[in-house]
C-alpha cells in the first residue's frame, strides 16, 4: 500500500523588493509563522516545507524547476503576501509539472482598525497581489486549486489538507500498474476501453497475463504457507459452515489462501498495484479469486472484476488518496446489483459475485462457502458482511470512444431493514443523490458503468480536481443535480471535450 514516498508539500510566497528590506523581512517572518502552525495543526497529512521568497523572475523559475525534480515533493503551494508582478511568473509556471495550490489567505485575520496606515495595507495586500497571481494562472490555462479564508481556520486547514490527498492522487497516477489475468468478459462494452490513451492521459500500464502464468505461482505455494495463512483467517474471521462438513470447507478455504498468496507474490514481483480476474478464463484455477482478491484489495491493490481494468486502477488510485484517513471507513469495488423501489426506501443493493474490499465492511466478517452459478468451478470461499452508513462518493470512468468521462456520484449508505441470510455476499446498500430517480437517470444518460469504485473517505470535489488535472471530463451527480442542466451540461461538455 505505501506510496514508498515520503511526499511533502512546498509552501511559496511572494513579493517583490519595492516595498524593501524591512517588508520583505517581515514578508518571510509571517510565511515561516504559517507554515509552522500548518504543520501544528495536524490537520494536514503531509508535512509542508517553508520556501524563502520568490520575488525574481529568475528565483522563481529556479523553484519551480527544484520542485519538478525533488522526488519527495508532490505540490507547491504559492500565496502572494504582497504584490508580485505576474509576469515574473510565466516562465516558472510554464515549466512546473507538478499540482497546484493558490491559499488565498493573508497573515492576519482582522483589519487592524486603530492602527492601520499605508505601510501596512502595502506589507499586506494579499486581496491585490493575488488576483494579479491569479489572473495569469487562469490566462495559461494551468488546472490549480484555490483555497480562500484564513489560515488558521480549521475549514481552511480542513480543504488544504483534502487538496493534499488529490495532489497525492495526481502525482501517483502515473505509478499505477493493473495486471490484467486473461481478457475482458466477451461482449461487455463499458468494461472496455483505450489502454493506450488511459495510459497517455493517466500514466496507467495496462498489461495482460495468460491466466496459467498467474495460477502456476499459485501452485508453487506450499502446503505449510498455505495452512499458516488459513490459521490466520480461521483465528480473524467467523466461520459460517452451514452444514458443510468443516474438512471440507477447509479445503474451499485453503484454495483462496493459496491464491492470494500466489496473486501477492506475481503482483510484488512484477510491480503491479491492480488486479482484474475474469470467471469465465480461469485455467487451472480452482475457485474464482473471491476471498483472496477480497483480502488483496484490503492490503491496497486496486482491483476490478470481469477484465475491468479502468476501475481497478480507480480503485487503487483512490486507496492511495485515502491512504492514513483518520478513522477511515474504506474503499472498495463495487456493482449495482438490485434495487429496493418501495417508496421513500429507494436505494440501489450494492455487492459482486464475491469481491468487495473488508475495508468497507462494518462489524464481524464471516467466511462462507457456496456455489458460483457462473463459471465452471468448485464452489469459492468468500468473506461476507455488511457495510457502514454514512456518505460516500462513487465514480465511474468511461470511455466514450473519443475521451474518457468519470462520473462522480454523492450516495448515502443505509443499513438495510432486515438482513438476508440467504446472501452469500458482502452488501452495501445505498440511496444515490439527490434521489433514486435522478440519480440513476443521471447516470444512466452520462453512459455510467455497472461497475464502481467506491469510497466514504473521499469527496467528489477531490475526484473531480484529480480528473480535471488529468484533462478529462468529470459530471457531478449530487444533491443540486437536475435532469434538464445535466443534459445541456452533457452537450456543452461533448463539444469542449473533443
Ligand atoms: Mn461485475
Known amino acids: 500500500m505505501k506510496t514508498g514516498k515520503n511526499y511533502k508539500f512546498w509552501f511559496c510566497t511572494g513579493s517583490q523588493d519595492l516595498y524593501g528590506d524591512e517588508c520583505l523581512k517581515k514578508v518571510a517572518e509571517h510565511s515561516r509563522i504559517i507554515v509552522e502552525k500548518l504543520n501544528e495543526s495536524g490537520v494536514l497529512p503531509f508535512e509542508v516545507v517553508w520556501k524563502p521568497t520568490l520575488i525574481t523572475n529568475e528565483v522563481i523559475r529556479r523553484t519551480f524547476n527544484e520542485a519538478n525534480q525533488d522526488e519527495e515533493c508532490a505540490g507547491v503551494i504559492t500565496w502572494m503576501h504582497t504584490f508580485s508582478p505576474a509576469k515574473s511568473w510565466i516562465l516558472g509556471l510554464q515549466e512546473y509539472r507538478k499540482p497546484l495550490c493558490h491559499l488565498h489567505t493573508q497573515f492576519n485575520e482582522e483589519i487592524p482598525y486603530d492602527n492601520i496606515d499605508m505601510d501596512f495595507m502595502n506589507e499586506n495586500q494579499s486581496a491585490h497581489g493575488d488576483r494579479e497571481y491569479g489572473h495569469i494562472v487562469t490566462r495559461m490555462g494551468i488546472e490549480r486549486k484555490v483555497i480562500v479564508g484564513h489560515w488558521s481556520d480549521p475549514e481552511v486547514q480542513k480543504k488544504l489538507a483534502s487538496w493534499m490527498r488529490t495532489a497525492i492522487g495526481i502525482m501517483e497516477s502515473s505509478h499505477i500498474r493493473v495486471a490484467r489475468v486473461a481478457d475482458n468478459m466477451r461482449n461487455v462494452a463499458v468494461t472496455e476501453g483505450d489502454k493506450v490513451e488511459a495510459q497517455i492521459k493517466f500514466g496507467w500500464e495496462i498489461d495482460a497475463y495468460p491466466v496459467n502464468e498467474i495460477a502456476e505461482y499459485v501452485e508453487q505455494v506450499s502446503k505449510g504457507e498455505i495452512d499458516a495463512l488459513v490459521e490466520e483467517y480461521y483465528d480473524k474471521y467467523d466461520i459460517l459452515l452451514e452444514g458443510r462438513d468443516p474438512k471440507e470447507f477447509r479445503e474451499h478455504v485453503a484454495v483462496q489462501a493459496g491464491i492470494e498468496i500466489g496473486f501477492e507474490r506475481f503482483l510484488e514481483e512484477k510491480n503491479y498495484q491492480a488486479i482484474v480476474t475474469h470467471f469465465g478464463d480461469l485455467g487451472s484455477l480452482k475457485q474464482l479469486p473471491g476471498l483472496a482478491i477480497q483480502r488483496l484489495m484490503e492490503k491496497g491493490y486496486g482491483f476490478g472484476a470481469e477484465g475491468d481494468w479502468k476501475t481497478a486502477a480507480m480503485v487503487r488510485l483512490m486507496k492511495i488518496m485515502a491512504e492514513g484517513t483518520p478513522n477511515a471507513k474504506g474503499t472498495s469495488f463495487f456493482e449495482d446489483y438490485t434495487y429496493n423501489l418501495v417508496k421513500g426506501k429507494e436505494g440501489i443493493l450494492q455487492a459482486h459475485m464475491l469481491e468487495v474490499c473488508p475495508t468497507v465492511a462494518d462489524g ?135
Request: hydrophobic share 40%; net charge neutral.
Open 364 to 498: 464481524p466478517i464471516s467466511i462462507k462457502v457456496c456455489p458460483l452459478s457462473m463459471g465452471d468451478r468448485e464452489d469459492p470461499a468468500r468473506l461476507v458482511y455488511t457495510c457502514k452508513e454514512g456518505p460516500a462518493v462513487a465514480v465511474s470512468l468511461v470511455d466514450l470512444g473519443n475521451r474518457f468521462r468519470l462520473i462522480i456520484n454523492d450516495v448515502e449508505c443505509k443499513k438495510v431493514e432486515k438482513p438476508m441470510p440467504k446472501l452469500p455476499v458482502a452488501t452495501a446498500f445505498w440511496t444515490p443523490m439527490p434521489n433514486l430517480q435522478t440519480g440513476a437517470e443521471a447516470w444512466i444518460l452520462a453512459g455510467g458503468a455497472h461497475h464502481t469504485a467506491f469510497s466514504y473517505d473521499l469527496t467528489a470535489e477531490q475526484m473531480g480536481d484529480w480528473a480535471a488535472a488529468m484533462g478529462i471530463e468529470a459530471v457531478y451527480i449530487d444533491k443540486d443535480t437536475n435532469i434538464r442542466s445535466f443534459k445541456n451540461e452533457l452537450r456543452w461538455n461533448s463539444i469542449y471535450y473533443r
